[in-house]
């Protein structure tokens, strides 16, 4: 399975951007780069997916390199709710698509 | 429309029974995923059902087993529980998961303990 790199733990202010990174060197050309986030206390959420090109919707935008070895997740104005545990997950066919969660970046939010 | 539900919530068991577990999709979704969470492994994938078929499956012993019915509704059942079988179990459903974009809409999860 394709693996990520992300860092342990990041801390914002309240109403700053957030850029989440994640490494995937070894990334391949039909892998999908999702990202979801686990609440305090609550089953995971998605929050955004792509392929190639960078990726906006109403929680977030991805921004994706160009070799596609490495992505970040950007909160445009991180609030305290967006306090969470982020995780980056490559999708193959090789893995029948699963969503296999790595350590994650724990996000602390402070006002 | 109603989201992915899971029961019971709660469960306390002791070493050597065994548990099912319970979860509804959303209404319309065909695959259902169930993980498992612990502390030290953090989320763990242990198997997807599509359309009543195990279409996919993690590296768990075979005492971590699973079905899915005809309306969608899975479970999940351990056998021999041991104490490190104690973990929030989730569930996540969607459409179908074959091509890679489906989102997975998870569950609250049940709280399993083993004493």
């Known amino acids: 399975d394709a693996k990520t790199t992300q860092p342990n733990s990041m801390e914002s202010n309240e109403e700053e ?60 104005r991180a609030t305290l709710r967006d306090a969470a545990v982020y995780y980056c997950i490559l999708r193959d066919s090789n893995s029948g698509y699963a969503l296999n969660f790595g350590k994650g970046t724990s996000l602390l939010v402070t006002p | 429309k109603a989201g992915v539900t899971q029961t ?55 005492r971590f087993s ?7 509704r899975s479970e999940m059942n351990v056998s021999t529980l041991e104490l490190g079988d104690s973990a929030l179990y989730l569930c996540a459903s969607s459409h179908s998961g074959t091509s890679g974009l489906d989102e997975q809409f998870f569950g609250p999860g049940t709280r399993l303990t083993v004493l």
């Open chain 1, 17 to 76: 951007p957030v850029h989440l990174p994640c490494n995937h060197s070894t990334i391949s050309g039909t892998d999908y780069i999702h990202w979801y986030r686990q609440l305090p206390s609550q089953g995971p959420e998605y929050v955004i997916h792509g392929l190639t090109s960078n990726v906006n919707n109403r929680m977030a935008s991805l921004a994706i390199a160009e070799d596609r070895k490495s992505s970040t997740l950007i909160l445009h």
């Open chain 2, 66 to 72: 699973g079905r899915q019915f005809s309306n969608s």
């Open chain 2, 8 to 62: 019971p919530r709660y469960l306390i068991k002791t070493r050597g029974q065994q548990v099912t577990l319970s979860c509804s999709p959303i209404s319309g979704h065909r695959s259902v995923s169930w993980y498992q969470q612990t502390p030290g492994q953090g989320l763990q994938f242990l198997f997807e059902y599509f359309s009543e078929t195990q279409r996919n499956k993690g590296n768990f012993p075979g």
